[in-house]
T-cell receptor, first 113, second 113 residues
Framework: EPEVTQTPSHQVTQMGQEVILRCVPISNHLYFYWYRQILGQKVEFLVSFYNNEISEKSEIFDDQFSVERPDGSNFTLKIRSTKLEDSAMYFC???????????FGPGTRLTVL | QKEVEQNSGPLSVPEGAIASLNCTYSDRGSQSFFWYRQYSGKSPELIMSIYSNGDKEDGRFTAQLNKASQYVSLLIRDSQPSDSATYLCAVNSVYSSASKIIFGSGTRLSIRP
């Protein structure tokens, strides 16, 4: 069964550094999402992406964040200058057109020191 | 503020019994409702989706929806130790063109042998 994949599984970085989190959505899916979950808290929506552009973003998704689909398979989340409070699990999700279910990848644990 | 509310638990259920998990949501216009299972340190795994009032069964799982009461529930029959996890209720946002999902904080379920 096709799955969303994410790399790396764990990223440790120094405050102020740039990080890129990578996702490969399920191949026939057209809608892509990033969510994050701070330890012990709810899963929170960050951004959605469709047809090579952002369709919606949350208040969390400020100018430090960007997303890109650099080729036909990868979907990336970049954080330009990481802060301590960016430490969280970051989940990529995708869904098919005309479907409602979103399927999540295994996540990247980001630790900012 | 659009919210999804769940009892955080822990809910302790003996093996073989029925586990009943509940969720309320505030946005009356919500149309899609999901239950995700999340093991500690892992990503949310979709186990049920429901869109119409009534019951929907899939194996040992039954989702129940009552839109008038803005209430969603999940029943797990013949509970197994492997069902011990956090169960996330999730609702689509009607104000979201991208169909972002709003998650509850989850109910921790523990199945005791």
């Amino acid at each position: 069964e096709p799955e969303v994949t994410q790399t790396p599984s764990h990223q440790v970085t120094q405050m102020g550094q740039e990080v890129i989190l990578r996702c490969v959505p399920i191949s026939n899916h057209l809608y892509f999402y990033w969510y994050r979950q701070i330890l012990g808290q709810k899963v929170e929506f960050l951004v959605s992406f469709y047809n090579n552009e952002i369709s919606e973003k949350s208040e969390i998704f400020d100018d430090q964040f960007s997303v890109e689909r650099p080729d036909g398979s990868n979907f990336t989340l970049k954080i330009r200058s990481t802060k301590l409070e960016d430490s969280a699990m970051y989940f990529c999700a995708s869904r098919r057109a005309f479907a409602r279910e979103q399927f999540f990848g295994p996540g990247t644990r980001l630790t900012v020191l | 503020q659009k919210e999804v509310e769940q009892n955080s638990g822990p809910l302790s259920v003996p093996e073989g019994a029925i586990a009943s998990l509940n969720c309320t949501y505030s946005d009356r216009g919500s149309q899609s409702f999901f239950w995700y299972r999340q093991y500690s340190g892992k990503s949310p795994e979709l186990i049920m989706s429901i869109y119409s009032n009534g019951d929907k069964e899939d194996g040992r799982f039954t989702a129940q929806l009552n839109k008038a009461s803005q209430y969603v529930s999940l029943l797990i029959r013949d509970s197994q130790p492997s069902d011990s996890a956090t169960y996330l209720c999730a609702v689509n946002s009607v104000y979201s063109s991208a169909s972002k999902i709003i998650f509850g904080s989850g109910t921790r379920l523990s199945i005791r042998p």
